[in-house]
């Protein structure tokens, strides 16, 4: 039998969540920020989408923005590019905080099939 995603590697699920991205990329002594939207989240990683072009394994830090409580919450993740398609970018997560990693799997959780 045929597995239409055998492509897909992902491990973890994904949920679509669209929300504000700013993606800080520090190469040779330079910083540039970048302003995107999500297009899908999980726990390991995020597609941003953005019409900007990056070198893959390009290491980063996501800002993560949610809003709808008292006040606005940053997520700061470590990151690497790990995608880069006409649309956007997939960055992979790979250092983040306890508080951070928690509001993440309830991000998943609450947006997926399996939170309903």
């Known amino acids: 039998m045929d597995n239409p995603n055998k492509d897909d590697r992902r491990k973890q699920p994904r949920v679509g969540f669209t929300t504000r ?19 899908d989240l999980s726990i390991n990683g995020v597609f941003a989408q953005t019409n900007q072009e990056f070198a893959l394994d ?13 006040e606005d919450l940053r997520l700061e993740i ?3 590019i790990v995608r880069q398609t006409d ?10 905080d306890v508080d951070t990693f928690a509001h993440l ?12």
Do not use: H, P
Not at 24 to 38: C, H, P, R
């Open 21 to 39: 991205i700013e993606i800080i990329l520090t190469a040779e002594g330079k910083e540039v920020i970048l302003d995107a939207s999500s297009k």
């Open 58 to 70: 390009t290491r980063c830090v996501a800002n993560i923005y949610l809003s709808g409580g008292v």
């Open 78 to 80: 470590q990151g690497c």
């Open 87 to 96: 649309t956007g970018v997939g960055i992979r997560f790979e250092s983040m």
């Open 105 to 116: 799997r309830n991000i998943v959780r609450y947006n997926s099939d399996e939170g309903s």
